[in-house]
């Protein structure tokens, strides 16, 4: 500290000779020299710093602004998406209640078209079991029908000879004769 103040003590001592030298005293030239510079650099500097500093400004008051336009179309645009999702849901659940009730009417009509089906297949069931009866009813007559005729002809071929067999032939002829009578 002594040094300092000596420095400027020593100012006042400098010759006015107009000789200009060096100083050689590290001390006393430095605050001299760093006073002069920074009064250099304020009065110079002054401008260009308040210019970056206005630009600076200018940057961010510009990016705080477009990010609340950003803030704001983001917020709009929530809310459409809220509103157009509030409008699915209802569609949803729309469907939902619609698609559970018509699920239950179709299952109701097939339920209901496979009970007619149902009824429909027993009753062709039934029927088809009646016709294959009576076809079979039919095929066994026929058959008992064509037995006992073979069987009375084989007791008549094996009983009849010619002058029985002529003696037949004569009454059925008779017979005719007088049917024909009758029905002219």
């Known amino acids: 500290m002594k040094n300092v103040t000596d420095s400027f003590l020593s100012l006042g001592y400098w010759p006015s000779a107009g000789s200009f030298g060096f100083n050689t005293d590290i001390l006393a030239t430095n605050p001299i020299n760093l ?20 630009n600076r400004k200018q940057r961010i008051l510009k990016t705080i602004r477009n990010s609340e336009e950003l803030r704001e179309g ?9 509103a157009r999702l509030r409008k699915v849901e209802t569609e949803a659940d729309l469907f939902r ?3 559970y009730s018509e699920i239950e009417r179709e299952k109701f009509n097939l339920i209901n ?6 009824e429909q297949l027993e009753n062709y069931k039934n029927e088809t079991i009646h016709f294959e009866q009576q076809r079979a ?38 017979m005719f004769g007088t049917v024909k ?3 002219d």
């Open 35 to 54: 006073s002069v510079v920074l009064g250099v650099l304020i009065f110079f500097g002054k401008g260009v710093l308040s210019d970056l500093l206005d």
């Open 74 to 82: 983001a917020l709009d645009q929530l809310k459409k998406a809220r």
């Open 97 to 99: 209640t619609t698609g």
């Open 113 to 118: 078209s496979t009970y007619k089906t149902l």
């Open 137 to 174: 009813i039919n095929q066994v007559r026929q058959r008992v029908f064509q037995q006992a005729l073979q069987g009375a002809l084989g007791t008549l071929n094996s009983c009849l000879n010619n002058e029985l067999h002529l003696r037949t032939i004569s009454t059925n002829i008779g």
């Open 181 to 183: 009578e009758i029905t």
